[in-house]
């Protein structure tokens, strides 16, 4: 595709309720990443994707949170059992490899109520 | 382990006067630094990096950045500022030995008239 694409780009949920975050990285991009920005403050480091594996995972805030890559493509990024303070903007980025610039996508403002 | 850190929450500067965002690192090695802006309700987009070679980095829109290794420093500058150049401002970077790239916590610039 033309950029990266996420989906949904908005999400409400129920504290409690598990959700999946969808990310479609620019064909041929190896390095994919999440990220999460909080309202009004900095991203902060989620997980990094080389093709398929994830080297790095020290992001994730807790057991609550997994991600896949699938296909050198399309990344899920799942959030269990919701909290309030989950709720944020997620954002994906691509990239050729990882010296090369992020392409970042629109983002999913997720809301736990 | 690496960090990045942007000192000044917010910058205010006059239309036509320069403007310069600060930014420090640390790595444990070679340094891979990048600039990121975040215009209202768009996604981010990638101004410029420092992988090697010259000190000062030029990029988009009339930004440059100066990669100082003794100071551990890559401030972002630009000499006349455009009220148009306001907007959420961000410091990335990655350690050559690591996979992550991380942010900074993001340095409101806005320009006045």
């Known amino acids: 595709g033309a950029g990266v694409s996420q989906s949904p780009s908005n999400k409400v949920t129920e504290k409690g309720k598990d959700v999946e975050l969808r990310c479609d990285p620019i064909?041929?991009?190896?390095?994919l990443y999440w990220y999460r920005q909080r309202l009004g403050q900095g991203l902060e480091f989620l997980i990094y994707?080389?093709?398929?594996?994830?080297?790095?995972k020290s992001g994730l805030p807790s057991d609550r949170f997994s991600a896949e890559r699938t296909g050198e493509s399309v990344s899920t990024l799942t959030i269990q059992r919701t909290q309030q303070e989950d709720s944020a903007v997620y954002l994906c980025?691509?990239?050729?490899?990882?010296?090369?610039?992020?392409?970042f996508g629109s983002g999913t403002q997720l809301s736990v109520l | 382990a690496q960090s990045v850190a942007q000192p000044e929450d917010q910058v205010n500067v006059a239309e036509g006067n320069p403007l310069t965002v600060k930014c420090t690192y640390s790595?444990?090695?070679?340094?891979?630094l990048f600039w990121y802006v975040q215009y209202p309700n768009r996604g981010l987009q990638f101004l410029l990096k420092?992988?090697?070679?010259?000190?000062l980095v030029k990029g988009s829109y009339g930004f440059e950045a100066e990669f100082n290794k003794s100071q551990t420093s890559f401030h972002l500058k630009k000499p006349s500022a455009l009220v148009s150049d306001s907007a959420l401002y961000f410091c990335?970077?990655?350690?050559?030995?690591?996979?992550?790239?991380?942010f900074g916590s993001g340095t409101r610039l806005s320009i006045r008239p």
């Open positions: 980025a691509s990239s050729l490899n990882p010296a090369e610039k992020l392409f």
């Open positions: 064909s041929g991009h190896t390095a």
């Open positions: 994707f080389q093709g398929n594996s994830a080297p790095d």
């Open positions: 790595v444990s090695g070679n340094p891979y």
């Open positions: 420092y992988i090697t070679g010259d000190n």
């Open positions: 990335a970077v990655r350690d050559s030995s690591a996979s992550k790239i991380i």
